[in-house]
């Protein structure tokens, strides 16, 4: 996993997520939307929990049928309920979650990450929020190897798209990547528009419309 791809500042010499990082009390939460994810959701907040931020685990639940709230919080995380019992649901779940994150936990930095990813490692972590830290930059994504078969959507229509309307972010290979990690000041701007999808194309939306509110790659 690699977390080159990033969108940055265009007024990075006004934030303060530099000197933060040099103290102890960096605030990172990490979110994990899901539904049905039994298998995996144990791992992937035991892992979360091991990277070297120590961040505070989120899951949003879109009222699984399985015992997969049960084992989030049996594992150490936060869960809350998607608002509202709609399929999809993803950008509605990961909505909620930021608002937990920012409003009621005081986060510094919030990123989300996949619940069924079985390879997931603590690095995933540390490299998207290291990715702020170090190249100072506003949102950082993750992308990875895929097999050339995957990716059916990104290559076939994703990608097109931000070629024709957006040039400036066709450098992103995996646009439709769940691994998305970003400043509080970007997601709190981010929930104040309006109109937002509450269900799929909420990855893409997050990042055609924070290089359209001033923050460039």
């Known amino acids: 996993m ?18 933060i990082a040099t103290r102890q009390d960096l605030r990172v939460v990490t979110i994990f939307p899901t539904k049905n994810e039994e298998s995996t959701i144990e791992n992937a907040v035991n892992v979360a929990t091991t990277s070297k931020f120590n961040p505070e685990v989120i899951v949003v639940d879109a009222y699984s049928s399985d015992s997969t709230a049960d084992l989030a919080t049996k594992a150490g995380a936060i869960v809350i309920r998607q608002p509202e019992q709609m399929f999809p649901g993803k950008g509605n779940a990961m ?29 995933w972590i540390d490299k998207l929020v290291n990715a702020l ?4 930059c506003d949102m950082s994504r993750g992308f990875y190897q895929r097999q050339s078969r995957d990716a059916a959507v990104s290559k076939l229509i994703a990608r097109p798209m931000l070629n024709i309307f957006f040039p400036e972010l066709s450098h992103f290979e995996q646009p439709l990547s769940g691994e998305v990690c970003a400043r509080r000041q970007i997601w709190e701007g981010l929930l104040e528009v309006q109109g937002s999808p509450d269900g799929w194309g909420i990855d893409i939306w997050f990042l055609i419309e924070t290089a359209m509110r001033g923050y460039h790659s």
Do not use: C
Request: charged share 25%; proline share 0%; aromatic share 2%.
């Open 133 to 136: 830290i170090q190249n100072n």
């Open 95 to 123: 909505k909620a979650g930021l608002r937990e994150a920012v409003r009621n936990r005081a986060a510094d930095i919030v990123l989300f990450l996949d619940t069924d990813i079985s390879n997931l490692t603590s690095e």
């Open 2 to 19: 690699s977390s080159q791809n990033v969108i940055k500042s265009a007024s990075s010499d006004n934030d303060d997520i530099n000197s």
